[in-house]
């Protein structure tokens, strides 16, 4: 009898060990630059864009577009989205992709990353007569978090900053553009910039639909 009830005990003890296992916290899931920007086909999001001074102190509203994911293509044997509808300022269509946790263009040209905050995106020496530099450019990840209000709502984001840096200020002035994008929803906020009179132009996210289950 007494062997019975230690029998029954051990397995009592077994029985709650395997469903604290079974319950045991999840690993957790990696990230993706996809998680950053959803590319999936129907998915779309509304801009206002604004021309501002250099200060963005004075701004005007210049349109409201709406940018769309309008099918998939193979290019280079490798699967990209269209988007329409200037989706990155002055570019229409953008063809873009998830190469290896970096978005990239068409071009190769890294749009966003959501890991690699050391290294320098996309640098450019703009040189003019007797090939002196008039400007240089790069951009790079801002990983921590900062909080951007627009129209669509408050969101957490990531920045893909641009610096700027001109002979006009003897290279020691440091002017910055944004792309600030958010988990789950895509590209929130950007701005860009004349690199001669430093006129902003910048668009903010009002409204924007994800297709559901993907």
Same mark, same amino acid.
């Given at each position: 009898?007494?062997?019975?009830?230690?029998?029954?005990?051990?397995?009592?003890?077994?029985?709650?060990?395997?469903?604290?296992?079974?319950?045991?916290?999840?690993?957790?899931?990696?990230?993706?630059?996809?998680?950053?920007?959803?590319?999936?086909?129907?998915?779309?999001?509304?801009?206002?864009?604004?021309?501002?001074?250099?200060?963005?102190?004075?701004?005007?509203?210049?349109?409201? *577009?709406?940018?769309?994911?309008?099918? *998939?293509?193979?290019?280079?044997?490798?699967?990209?989205?269209?988007?329409?509808?200037?989706?990155?300022?002055?570019?229409?269509?953008?063809?873009?992709?998830?190469?290896?946790?970096?978005?990239?263009?068409?071009?190769?040209?890294?749009?966003?990353?959501?890991?690699?905050?050391?290294?320098?995106?996309?640098?450019?020496?703009?040189?003019?007569?007797?090939? *002196?530099?008039?400007?240089?450019?790069?951009?790079?990840?801002?990983?921590?978090?900062?909080?951007?209000?627009v129209e669509a709502g408050i969101f957490d984001c990531m920045d893909m900053r641009t610096s700027l840096f001109?002979?006009?200020?003897?290279?020691?002035?440091?002017?910055?553009?944004?792309?600030?994008?958010?988990?789950?929803?895509?590209?929130?906020?950007?701005?860009?910039?004349?690199?001669?009179?430093?006129?902003?132009?910048?668009?903010?996210?009002?409204?924007?639909?994800?297709?559901?289950g993907k």
């Open positions: 009898m007494k062997q019975l009830f230690f029998i029954t005990i051990a397995l009592l003890f077994a029985s709650v060990a395997c469903k604290k296992d079974e319950t045991s916290d999840p690993v957790p899931v990696k990230s993706s630059v996809l998680d950053y920007m959803p590319l999936q086909v129907g998915n779309y999001w509304i801009y206002e864009t604004f021309r501002c001074d250099s200060g963005e102190v004075n701004c005007t509203s210049k349109s409201i *577009d709406t940018s769309r994911i309008i099918k *998939d293509t193979l290019i280079n044997d490798k699967k990209y989205f269209k988007l329409i509808g200037n989706y990155h300022l002055f570019v229409d269509p953008l063809y873009i992709r998830d190469s290896g946790d970096y978005l990239v263009d068409h071009n190769g040209k890294v749009l966003f990353t959501h890991t690699d905050s050391l290294q320098i995106f996309n640098e450019n020496v703009v040189t003019g007569l007797g090939d *002196d530099t008039v400007f240089y450019y790069y951009d790079k990840l801002i990983s921590q978090n900062i909080q951007v209000s001109r002979a006009l200020d003897d290279f020691q002035i440091e002017h910055q553009g944004h792309n600030y994008y958010a988990k789950n929803v895509g590209l929130i906020k950007q701005s860009v910039f004349w690199a001669i009179g430093l006129d902003v132009y910048k668009r903010e996210l009002i409204g924007y639909h994800l297709e559901a």
